[in-house]
């Protein structure tokens, strides 16, 4: 089983209401769970955010806490509802109506990798879906949901930065006819998870950078921007995708000759997303 189900980094002192996150850079891999896959450890890791967790976690020098995934996406996914098991893997599991992320095999416990690649044999117990998603998902979104709730007690809002990857080909479709290829893709489930200021300002930190945005295509939020994002009550949440080709090489599943130029880009990038949220704490907060 993997050693933790979230690694959480504070700030010397939180001084902004944002909050990153990183739910799909896990990456430690039992050898107990590689030994019950029919894939090899490169191409297990195809749906993991790589390197996501070394791109944002300047965010604590900038007053904000980065929470970030100890277990890899292909053994549990902390990004879809609790309740998202898939028929097709999870013995004694009823189909229920049409998702279609259980129907392409995408639920809370994947039953493939990208490319709709088999992770398993055959089917998994019951029993060891509900123990990854109590030991695993169950904490991850206990200690998100706190870091949120005390961003809003001390500031009157919370902005969770939802942090993810996308392969390069995602974007081949709405990347015809244009002048610049899209770069970098936000959530904000078309205005439903965050209000139109936070969004253009996440939006214009990544701009200042020199990367090209687009909103909400073909990535507009899934279950943790959506269950997060509550905007009439101060409570924002957007999705960042960032295209990996952009710092890593993604056959290889490793960091490429442009990373650490990039990661130094993104560091300009994570201070504005921080600056966002700067605000004098409220009044209760030093009580």
Same mark, same amino acid.
């Given at each position: 089983m993997p050693k933790v189900a979230y690694d959480l980094i504070h700030p010397e002192k939180r001084t902004t209401s944002v909050v990153f996150a990183s739910p799909h850079s896990g990456r430690d891999y039992p050898w107990t769970f590689l030994r019950s896959t029919r894939l090899d450890r490169q191409t297990i890791r195809s749906s993991e955010d790589a390197f996501v967790d070394q791109l944002f976690d300047f965010a604590p020098q900038f007053g904000a806490p980065f929470l970030r995934a @100890? $277990?890899?996406?292909?053994?549990?996914?902390?990004?879809? @509802?609790p309740d998202e098991l898939d028929p097709a893997l999870i013995e004694g599991v009823a189909k229920q109506g049409h998702n279609?992320?259980? =129907?392409?095999? +995408?639920?809370?416990?994947?039953?493939?990798?990208?490319? @709709?690649?088999?992770?398993?044999?055959?089917? +998994? =117990?019951?029993?060891?879906?509900?123990?990854?998603i109590d030991t695993y998902w169950k904490p991850y979104h206990q200690m998100l949901e706190l870091q949120l709730n005390q961003a809003h007690a001390l500031f009157g809002e919370a902005i969770l930065v939802d942090c993810h990857s996308m392969p390069h080909e995602a974007l081949d479709v709405i990347a015809r006819g244009v002048?610049?290829?899209?770069?970098?893709?936000i959530g904000d489930r078309f205005g439903a998870?965050?209000?139109?200021?936070?969004?253009?300002?996440?939006? =214009?930190?990544? $701009?200042?950078?020199?990367?090209?945005?687009?909103?909400?295509?073909?990535?507009? @939020?899934?279950?943790?921007?959506q269950t997060y994002g509550r905007p009439a009550q101060n409570r924002h949440a957007v999705q960042?995708?960032?295209?990996?080709?952009?710092?890593?090489?993604e056959t290889m599943?490793?960091?490429n000759g442009n990373f650490n130029a990039f990661r130094r880009l993104m560091r300009q990038v994570v $201070?504005?997303?921080?600056?966002?949220?700067?605000?004098?704490?409220?009044?209760?907060?030093?009580?």
């Open positions: @100890g $277990a890899p996406r292909c053994f549990v996914d902390l990004n879809r @509802g279609p992320r259980i =129907a392409s095999g +995408l639920g809370v416990i994947p039953r493939v990798v990208s490319g @709709g690649r088999p992770i398993y044999r055959g089917k +998994l =117990a019951y029993a060891e879906a509900r123990r990854r002048k610049k290829r899209p770069e970098v893709v998870a965050a209000s139109t200021e936070v969004v253009e300002r996440i939006e =214009a930190s990544f $701009a200042s950078a020199g990367l090209t945005v687009v909103r909400n295509s073909p990535f507009a @939020g899934a279950y943790i921007v960042i995708e960032v295209d990996r080709s952009l710092y890593m090489n599943v490793r960091p $201070a504005e997303i921080a600056e966002i949220g700067r605000a004098q704490e409220l009044p209760l907060a030093a009580e």
